[in-house]
């Protein structure tokens, strides 16, 4: 029961680490707007979340993901981490990059085996859009910073004409994880 439930979780859950982050600029000016966004994303994120509808309905989570630079070095991230449902374990993985004004990429391995396609996306400001898909499942997940070490995301299927919210996703920047120098006696 778990098991198909952790397949499109799983992608949907490593969708909203990849395309949320605090919006800080410390990088030089030359880089883009999307690429500062997707850098600040780098290091470890934590959080509950919870499903709001359909068949697994008030089933709570948790989530530990791990944000880095895309491997090509294009504008774009590459993430690893666990999701947790009770007992149930899913190891999360996406990478996603630039292509034209919108973003690709793949979570687990993509729409055509476990996962989730992203076909489009954009940047704007403290938020970030991106539509999914997955056979003929299409949605939108929406994260929105809250200060600079947390985040809200919400993820939406297409039901008829309108966009219905499935999952609720609230993480929160690992500041104990973050290395702060070498301390000498």
Known sequence: MYSRFFSLFGGLAALTLVTSAPAFAPQAEAASRDQVFFQSVAGVWKGPGEIVAGKYKGTKFSCNLTGSSSPDGDTGIKLDGTCRVGVFQQPMSAV?????????????????????????????????????????????????????????????VKVEDQMVPVIGLSLDRDLDSIAVGAIKE
């Open 96 to 156: 996603i990059t630039q292509s034209g004004r919108g973003y690709t990429g793949k979570f687990l391995d993509g729409a055509e085996g476990k996962g989730l396609d992203i076909v489009s996306g954009s940047v704007s400001g403290d938020k970030v859009v991106m539509g999914i898909n997955r056979a003929k499942l299409n949605g939108a997940m929406v994260a929105s910073l809250r200060g600079e070490n947390k985040m809200n995301i919400t993820i939406s």
